[in-house]
Nanobody
C-alpha cells in the first residue's frame, strides 16, 4: 500500500505563499490520481485540488481557483500544492490523498489512501 507524508505547512500572514509537498512510499504514485483536501476546525473536509495520474488534468475547489496550483513529479514520487495569496480562511489541516481511479477525483469517497496532514495557519 502507498503511504503518504505531507510537509511544508506553517504560520504565515495574509498574502504570503507556501508550498506543500506530499511524498509517497510503498508504491509509485504515478499509478494514482492525487488530490489535496483541507479541514478547518468545525468544518467538513473540503476538496482543494486534484490531478490525474499523468498530470494532464487538474481540478480546483472554487475557493482556491486562481491562487493554488497542484503539480506532480512522478520521477521523484512527489505531489505539490503551491498556495499563493493566502487568506485567513485558508487556515486548515491539509492532507494529500491517492486514488486508484487515476483520473482527477473531487470527492473524499474517491480516494483510497490518505496522509496525516500538515497544518497551515494564516493570521496577521
Amino acid at each position: 500500500q502507498a503511504e503518504l507524508v505531507e510537509s511544508g505547512g506553517g504560520v504565515v500572514q495574509p498574502g504570503d505563499s507556501l508550498m506543500l509537498s506530499c511524498a509517497g512510499s510503498g508504491r509509485t504514485l504515478s499509478n494514482y490520481a492525487m488530490g489535496w483536501f483541507r479541514q478547518a476546525p468545525g468544518k467538513e473536509r473540503e476538496f482543494v485540488a486534484g490531478i490525474s495520474w499523468s498530470g494532464g488534468i487538474t481540478n480546483y475547489g472554487d475557493s482556491v481557483k486562481g491562487r493554488f496550483t497542484i503539480s506532480r513529479d512522478n520521477c521523484k514520487n512527489m505531489v505539490y500544492l503551491q498556495m499563493n495569496n493566502l487568506r485567513p480562511e485558508d487556515t486548515a489541516v491539509y492532507s494529500c490523498a491517492a486514488s486508484t481511479v487515476r483520473r482527477v477525483v473531487t470527492t473524499v469517497q474517491g480516494y483510497d489512501y490518505w496522509g496525516q496532514g500538515t497544518q497551515v495557519t494564516v493570521s496577521s
